[in-house]
């Protein structure tokens, strides 16, 4: 599997941005997806992550509230939906794949895409 992440950019706080991530390759539909992400000097860190069938999410307590987590197995595509956004939400994201149904720890994951950037304003 190969991930494509796009759709970062600059936006003020308190904004809304969707980061997506495409994947090439076969039985997408099989992979549980997430998110992570890694700010300057920072490890990188968990955000969300959703099951291979999409019904079930999970989200980092820093973001629960306002960072939506989808997928549309049709296109091959996952997505990151993010409001009310914070300074501290500034990072690259990463989308990743997973050979488990789910998972939040990054170690599981087999496949990660390139990042897009995203920075919040104050």
């Known amino acids: 599997v190969q991930l494509q992440a796009s759709g970062g950019g600059l936006v003020q706080a308190g904004g809304s941005l969707r980061v997506s991530c495409a994947a090439s390759g076969r039985l997408f539909s099989s992979y549980g997806l997430g998110w992570f992400r890694q700010a300057p000097g920072k490890e990188r860190e968990y955000v969300a992550c959703?099951?291979?069938?999409?019904?079930?999410?999970w989200y980092a307590d820093s973001v629960k509230g306002r960072f939506t987590i989808s997928r549309d197995n049709a296109k091959n595509t996952v997505y990151l939906q993010m409001n009310s956004l914070k300074p501290e939400d500034t990072a690259i994201y990463y989308c990743a794949a997973t050979s488990l149904a789910i998972s939040t720890s990054s170690r599981e994951y087999n496949y990660w895409g390139q990042g897009t950037q995203v920075t919040v304003s104050s």
């Open positions: 959703i099951s291979n069938s999409g019904l079930t999410a």
